[in-house]
């Protein structure tokens, strides 16, 4: 039992089961028959518990295996060599600590961390497993006694060995195995990673999926709400929000109109709360599109004289589609015409049932511009996050969403974060999406600096290196150099599935078939008002189908924008605008996802283009086209070729690529192709009426006398709706 047990002062228990021909669960259970302890096959004996294993193993019968103790040969003080059977163990030689250090730590936990280590001033090449002062702890985590590997999205060869404690050559032997060329210093994703560590017997899990979720619920702490207000267009958001910050934001919006997100955190004497002030449901939208999670409770807010909008029944809808609890405030209840009662019974219809009508959503009546029952709707909100049982881990690194992005002339890239859990520093090596960098500076929505943002804290942050989009995560990681690995994996995979990508055009919907079931044809509608929204909506509807189906799967009034692209691009729909234009933001991100945009200000042209989109979708109808008949007078038995058919063309004419039939006596007896078409021994292209040809049919012989050829064509016909 030598190789690769020589030489080392304990033995693992899966590798002396190895060498003892016994499988690592076997000798688990022998070693607790014998008083010997051990959780997993990866746990390492002494040589004196390996003797008794082997001992137990061999048997009384079989030769005894005695251990030998000597001193190793050329070897320093204090190590010695133990054989058993050739098992050889040596002991490493005991160093006592300089006096003065400080003592060793605590490695019983489970998880087992890399101590952080310094390389020394002067240059000199690194040492396997020793690490850079950046890099403080190796990515991931191992549970030792569960066997458990958490893996990040990409680390080194290097990392990966040191993280499950083996020689990086036995990392690098594994991926070649699995076929993947690799050195010590190569990037490894978590595929792969987990594939190698799945050879080395650990179940592997995502970093994030386990053992951080134990990590967090230890340290859990109450957090602040995050709240979107949303709602039709000039209902009174942004005047809410203004009364309850005592600011004037809507006086320096242009118009009055918020055109950009804002968040902001609002101290309260119950609770913070933060605030999400978006430009109707436009970003709510686009997160969703992401399938980000921002907001913990909605704020509903209707018009007392206006109702139930279209902007409002889409809020709605969102607010229901990501599970967020709604409470409505009804607005404008100072205005002579108000009508509490009927936005109600509007939003009731909606499946928004008030509390005093046996319903659970909460109603507050509002006025926005004079604070009226204002600080009502917050305790509202309070309460509403009190059951919810909002948590967070203040102390360990930051995660979160970020809420929108731009490319700043004077700063750079500049991201408003918001931060979910842990506390984000200046200084943090953070990955948002596909890019990574170092927290520069840090403003909170007031301008000012700040050098931390805890859970619910919305943030400006600088240096980035790139911008990402609005409702990718973000999260910090151990260094620049593992942020930086990180985001290149990214790009890459980013850049494979985009050259993967089919364009979703009205072209490419023409060429789709289903197998058996009906097709759909998803149409994403814009259009200017919202009468004409109706009226294209069911001319469209009308259009449909048992084969082919329209499918609105959104319909809105107003511009195109960047989360109609994003919902496009999320359901492979078409983008109609009727008498609208995309602004420049979806212009560009329609650019970026390949979503195609159609634009019409005539409504028969707009059916006429969809109708003919659809129509091609259908698979076409196949008729036969009968092009010639000729008779066989005649058969020859040709060497090394089979039987010809001598025959006299009769009708139209035989061509050589046409589809023939054989028919005798009435029964068609052969339906295929062509062979050869020969006159006077030369090949012929076709033979018309009034000549004569030899005929040879694809693998068939039996040809008779006064057989009639017949050769047809099957032409496509397209189908109309």
Known sequence: MRGALEGKSKIRIYQLARELGISSKEALER????GIERTNHWSSLTREEAQQLIDVVKGPTEEKVTVEIREAPGKGKGTVEAETSGVVIEEPPVETPPKGSAPPKDTSSPFIYRPRTRPKRKKKRRREGEYSEEQEVLPGRVDMEKGMAYLPEALSVVELAS??????????????????????DT??????????????GFEVKKEGEGAEVMMEEEGLEPRAPVVTIMGHVDHGKTTLLDYIRKTNVAEREAGGITQHIGAYRVSL?????????????????????????????VILVVAADDGVMPQTVEAINHAKAAGVPIVVAINKIDKPNANPEMVK????????????????TIFVEISAKHGTNVQELLEMVILQAEL???KANPNRPAKGTVLEAKLDPRRGPVSTFLVRDGTLHLGDAVIAGLYWGKVRAMLDFTGRPVKKAGPSMPVEVLGLTGVPLAGEPFVVVENERRAKMISSERQSKAREVQMGKPRVSLEELMRQLAEGEAMEFRILLKADVQGSLEAVRESLRRLSTEEVKVCIVHAGVGGITESDVMLASASKAVIIGFNVRPDAQARKAAEKENIEIRLYQVIYALIEDVQKAMEGMLEPERREVSIGRAEVRQVFQVPRVGKVAGCYVREGKITRNAKVRLVRDGVVVYDGGLASLKRFKEDVREVAAGYECGVGLQDFGDIKEGDIIEAYELEEVARGL
Do not use: C, N, Y
């Not at 993280?163 to 010590?184: N, T």
């Not at 019974?345 to 659970?360: D, S």
């Open 31 to 34: 070693l607790r028959g014998i």
């Open 163 to 184: 993280l499950l404690q083996v020689d990086s050559k036995e990392v690098v032997d594994a991926l070649w195995k699995i076929g993947v060329a690799a050195e010590k």
């Open 187 to 200: 990037v490894v994703p978590f595929d792969l990673a987990a594939e190698v560590a799945q050879v080395f």
């Open 269 to 297: 004497p119950e609770s913070d709360i933060t605030f999400i002030d978006t430009p109707g449901h436009h970003a709510f939208t686009t997160m969703r599109a992401r399938g980000a999670q921002v907001t913990d409770i």
């Open 345 to 360: 019974q509007e939003l009731a219809k909606h499946g928004l049932i008030p509390e005093e009508w046996g319903g659970e």
């Open 388 to 390: 919810l049982e909002l």
